[in-house]
């Protein structure tokens, strides 16, 4: 288990040995052990053992976090169990260093779990780089794949070479290992390429061609890739039926001007123009009456054609209309006619061919 980081008071005796040592005195400032206490007692700096003690650990492993603190980490693994209110450091010629208690436990261990104290010790004076411990390889472990810890960074050289188990790539070191195997991938494909083109080139001569004819466009020779296409008609090569290199597609008929109405125009592929519309007035008399096309054909009216139009069968109405004149592209004149004073005319239909 981990406790919480924990402000331990130096001994008199410690502080002692920890000034000396930074004037130089050769005193060995390793902590070798950690001792165990199940006592309720007061950290004082006279103390020189531990009150209650009832265990030593030796299992310890530190480093100098920064200047004037010590992280340090107690590891007891011994199927043991107790409880732990207070704890003392002790150097490697016996000192008692430095200790911690209080009131309520600071942990229980079972015998069938593992121990771990991390203590952060923040000196007033000095440099906490005085301090050694033990061997560090549980502060620090190395990192496995099943254990987190502490792993060296690959160099480009190792991570080229490819042989190292123990090292991780950083994503810098791997993009540049693959840029360069890209860049070797990139150039063996070209060569294959570049193979398979001069073997293609004795089997199939380069200078061979597809030739097109008709509709189809786009013939060259087999050195570069090509595209065989076959144009659509325009609205406009319909209108005059003299493009033979074009073939009609649906949309060729967008533009021709078709207008499904009552009253309408449409162009025939070919050119041929079709109108067709209604004129509806009740007229007594032998009047004329007007149409103009809109829009007026683009170059001629050959025939226009007449249906006269009443409302309902009468025999009172028995006026006719007849073409007044020959039609022009912009229109034609309608004479209304009758043999008698009697019924009227509501109208008439027309159509009218033209280009």
Not at 43 to 57: K, Y
Not at 87 to 109: R, S, V
Not at 136 to 146: D, G, I, R, S, V
Not at 282 to 291: D, F, H, K, Y
Request: glycine share 8%; aromatic share 8%.
């Amino acid at each position: 288990m981990t406790t919480p980081s924990l402000s331990l008071v130096i001994t008199k005796t410690g502080l002692q040995r920890f000034v000396a040592a930074q004037l130089g005195e050769d005193i060995d400032m390793t902590i070798s052990s950690v001792a165990l206490t199940a006592a309720a007692f007061v950290a004082a700096p006279t103390l020189t053992a531990l009150p209650g003690e009832f265990r030593r650990v030796a299992t310890i492993s530190g480093v100098a976090s920064s200047a004037d603190t010590v992280h340090l980490v107690v590891r007891d693994a011994a199927e043991l169990r107790y409880e732990v209110r207070g704890l003392g450091l002790f150097l490697a010629d016996g000192t008692l260093f430095a200790t911690y208690g209080q009131a309520e436990p600071i942990f229980e261990k079972s015998a069938r779990s593992t121990m771990h104290i991390a203590i952060d010790l923040v000196f007033p004076t000095g440099t906490a780089t005085s301090l050694t411990f033990g061997d560090t390889n549980f502060l620090q472990p190395p990192a496995t794949e099943t254990l987190a810890g502490v792993i060296e960074l690959a160099t480009p050289a190792e991570v080229t070479t490819g042989t190292d188990p123990l090292r991780a790539i950083t994503p810098a070191t791997l993009a540049g290992r693959l840029a360069a195997l890209t860049t070797n991938i990139d150039a063996a494909i070209a060569g294959v390429r570049a193979s398979l083109a001069s073997a293609v080139a004795l089997l199939v001569p380069l200078t061979r061609r597809i030739s097109t004819s008709g509709l189809a466009i786009g013939g060259q020779t087999l050195a570069t890739d090509m595209t065989v296409t076959v144009p659509p008609a325009t609205a406009d090569q319909l209108r005059f039926a003299t493009a033979g290199n074009v073939a009609v597609t649906p949309a060729s008929f967008g533009d021709l001007g078709n207008v499904i109405a009552p009253t309408g125009s449409y162009t025939l592929p070919g050119g041929r123009v079709d109108k067709w519309g209604k004129h509806r007035a009740r007229a007594n008399s032998e009047v004329t009456v007007a149409i103009v096309f809109d829009p007026p054909f683009p170059a001629e009216c050959f025939n226009v054609s007449l249906t006269p139009f009443i409302t309902s069968p009468n025999p009172s109405d028995d006026y006719f209309c007849q073409l007044a004149g020959d039609p022009t592209r912009f229109g034609f004149t309608v004479q209304y006619q009758s043999d008698d004073a009697n019924g009227g005319l509501s109208g008439f239909d027309w159509t009218a061919i033209g280009h």
